[in-house]
């Protein structure tokens, strides 16, 4: 299983999330139109076609219009993501008045993206908007015709790839229990047989498609662990209460939309354009970016975000990327390092070529991939560019005089590779050991330079392939599953 696993990482890191997203929504409609022509789910499928084709020049033209209305940066992905959606959402017709609605329908929901924000980000699913706007309004049908048993096996496999890129399979499994519950209350007090209360959930309810494509959108999700908890819990609940104040039912776009308001005000989103300063090649096929630090900026030492750079011909990836924070949250800078190459992607290539008084957009802080705050032992392993997070980690216990007990084993294919030495060795007073190790270490040496292992808690931040070989070899020399903690960026 673990084999199975990994394979399939090894396949989907080579899309961003973003991508991943599009790429499944695509399939998932193509697969249903296909259906309905052949009529094995009731939809009429021309007017899928035309619903689809109508949401994305919408969606496209609107998003457009607004970046340009108030200087953005325009996502490559966000307004196809959004159009194909809604084109899962809206009931499809063949009529004029659709074609003028669905528009309608997707230009209020890109507009949401730049007109309702806090501190420069969305708090609202632009897609949820668009379909509770036109719906309770009474101009289209918001009927989820998605929710069909026989695309279910598609959407199931559309849910997979999205909840392990982001690994966000805990947040889906309480949404799902939550409404599960909720249904089962409700309906039974009707008088329904737990059966089929259970069976209708799973095929006539948007219980897959809306908890994993749609609740776990990183700028609308709060990025605290437990406050995701919370918001799936609440959205879980009002989806599946079938309560209504008038003209306003516990539709799914509805209860999502409470819960981007209740993350919004749990945790506040942060969006904003950082100004270069500075631009270095601390290493062979490796550069630093340093950038002013805005007012507001909070982060967690380990934490990551999202950096958007707009340019022209955008490959397969796109112009947005999920990358550490380098930087400490006491410094008074930002700093991103990544790796470059030659054959690197366009975003790669448009970051090697700015200079300073560039400016890059950050948004969707987040990440649980933080120095425990009890006083533990820690074991630090880093391959390459994955020194990031420690390198933010370590910044603020020297920057904040912290002394902890760490031992940091730092792995580089040569020694030109490894980079900040100056500031581990400046840590050594404060408790970290740095071993430094060209291309890898077994057992026998990871034993030799941590003999008390067993004791440590241990973090892995590198490539993926990396990460997996030092999980199993830590587990194979008694380390707890339940110690070794993983990097992981969705958007890498």
């Known amino acids: 299983m673990t084999n199975v696993v990994q394979t399939f990482d090894n396949i989907s890191n080579r ?12 399939s998932l409609v193509v697969v249903a139109d296909i259906l309905a022509f052949l009529d094995i789910i009731g939809i009429n499928p021309v007017g899928l076609i035309i619903s689809a084709v109508t949401l994305g020049v919408s969606c496209y033209v609107a998003n457009w219009i607004f970046a340009r209305l108030f200087h953005a940066t325009e996502n490559s992905e966000s307004w196809l993501i959004t159009a194909l959606i809604l ?24 507009a949401s993206k730049y007109l309702i924000t806090w501190r420069h980000s969305h708090i609202l699913n632009p897609a949820a908007t668009g379909a509770f706007v036109v719906s309770v309004t009474g101009l289209l049908s918001a009927n989820w015709w998605i929710a069909t048993p ?23 499994f309480v949404f799902a229990a939550t409404a599960l519950v909720t249904m089962l209350l409700v309906n039974i007090g009707q008088g329904q047989a737990t059966t089929d209360v259970l069976r209708n959930a799973f095929l006539s309810w948007p ?80 550069m630093e970016l340093v950038f002013d630090k805005p007012k507001g900026l909070r982060f967690i030492a380990g934490q990551y975000m999202e950096w958007t750079l707009g340019h022209k011909n955008a490959d397969v990836r ?8 380098a930087s400490a949250p006491a410094e008074d800078n930002i700093r991103l390092t990544v790796r470059t190459f030659e054959k690197g992607s366009s975003f790669k290539r448009a970051l090697s070529q700015l200079k300073p008084g560039s400016k890059l957009r950050i948004a969707n802080i987040s990440g649980q991939f933080i120095l425990p705050p009890t006083k533990q032992k820690l074991l630090l392993i880093a391959g390459g560019i994955g ?25 580089a294919t040569t020694e030109q590779h490894f980079v900040y030495k100056d500031l581990f060795k400046q840590a ?35 490539p993926s392939g990396m990460v997996n070989h030092y999980s199993q070899v830590l587990r194979s020399m008694g380390v707890k599953r339940s110690a070794i903690h993983k990097d992981h960026f969705s958007g890498y």
């Not at 959402?89 to 929901?109: D, H, Q, T």
């Not at 695309?151 to 982001?166: F, H, N, S, Y």
């Not at 796109?318 to 924070?325: D, M």
């Open 428 to 462: 050594t007073a404060l408790g970290v050991k740095t071993t430094y190790v060209i291309d890898r270490m077994n057992d026998e040496g990871l034993r030799a330079a941590v003999p008390d292992l067993r004791e440590r808690q241990v973090m892995v931040s590198g």
């Open 15 to 26: 899309l961003t999330m973003y991508k991943s997203v599009l790429y499944g929504l695509l």
């Open 207 to 286: 219980i897959v498609f809306l908890g994993s494509v749609m609740l776990t959108e990183p700028t609308t999700l709060p990025s605290d662990r437990y406050y995701q908890l919370l918001v799936a819990v609440v959205v879980g609940g009002i989806f599946a209460s079938q309560l209504h104040f008038g003209p306003v039912h516990a539709a799914p776009h509805t209860a999502l939309l409470i819960g981007n308001l209740l993350a919004a005000v749990l945790v506040p989103p942060f969006g904003a354009l950082l100004r270069l300063t500075k631009v270095s090649a601390p290493a062979p096929d490796t």
């Open 150 to 172: 026989n695309l279910l096996p598609v959407t199931i496999v559309l849910a997979l790839l999205v909840l392990r890129k982001q690994r966000k399979f805990t947040v889906f």
């Open 87 to 110: 084109a899962c959402i809206l009931n499809p017709r063949v009529s004029w008045s659709f074609v003028l609605l669905a528009a309608l329908c997707g230009a209020i929901a890109m």
């Open 387 to 411: 020194i990031t997070p420690f390198r933010s980690m370590i910044a603020q216990l020297v920057a904040t005089k912290q002394h902890r007990d760490i031992a940091l084993v730092y792995l």
């Open 318 to 325: 796109g112009n947005r990327r999920t990358f550490s924070i």
